[in-house]
């Protein structure tokens, strides 16, 4: 008796092209941006503490033009409308990186100016000699920021200040000179011991030599019966 034969096993599901989802290549686009949103709010809550809510608020912003977005274009919405939401939320997601460094370096410029003004250069520098790389990625990362602040609807502008910012690399180096900030303050311990017992060392030495010269100059202004006075007893001839 022959077996029946099988029927034949639908066939399997492939992912949708760009060409079936217009906008799937925007989308991952996105997904991408969203993505590198999250890491620079991570990073800034490691330095500051506590999360940019500015960041926050705009991946908050990018979600709700990306439902608006889906929601055009399951119900054949106009295109350029479609395309419009989305590019809003790609830019969204482009100011919560911009609004999470700017948090970030904030905190950094706050302890780097308290170091420097309560250690010192020389000290910071005896124990972190990368010092130097550091404060210049700083300068340089914080004026880009704050000329790319002062137009916040200008998204050439703020994508053109993400992607000359290395942030991982300053946090790195700013994370680094946490970890050796107790030998720049031994350092510096010592470097203001070091001068107060070089300033004491010098004024017993002029003292000093002020004495020894008031003690050469002084018989001069003494009476002759005065120095012979002085002179002592071991002087005078024996028996």
Known sequence: MGTEPQPALPPEPTEPKSEVLPYGDFLREIAKEWNKAESAIKRSEQ???????????????????????????????????????????????????????????????????????????????????????????????????????????????????????????????YSNLKAVLPMAKRAAVQRKLGGVVGAISLLVTIAAAIFAGMAVDWSKYMPQHAVEKSLPALAQPTG
């Open 47 to 173: 330095v500051v503490g506590d999360l940019s809510i500015p960041a926050i608020s705009e991946l908050r912003y990018a979600g709700r033009r990306l439902i608006d977005a889906l929601d055009a274009a399951h119900h054949d919405g106009n295109s350029a409308r479609i395309q419009g939401l989305l590019e809003d939320a790609r830019f969204c997601c482009h100011r919560a990186q911009h609004d999470a460094i700017d948090a970030a370096l904030a905190k950094i410029g706050i302890d780097l100016d308290s170091m420097t003004s309560k250690l010192g250069f020389d000290a910071i520098l005896h124990a972190y000699p990368d010092f130097r790389t550091l404060y210049t990625d700083f300068v340089q990362a914080r004026q880009k920021v704050a000329e790319s602040r002062e137009n916040r609807e200008d998204r050439n502008g703020i994508y053109d200040a993400l992607t000359a910012i290395d942030m991982p690399r300053i946090i790195d180096s």
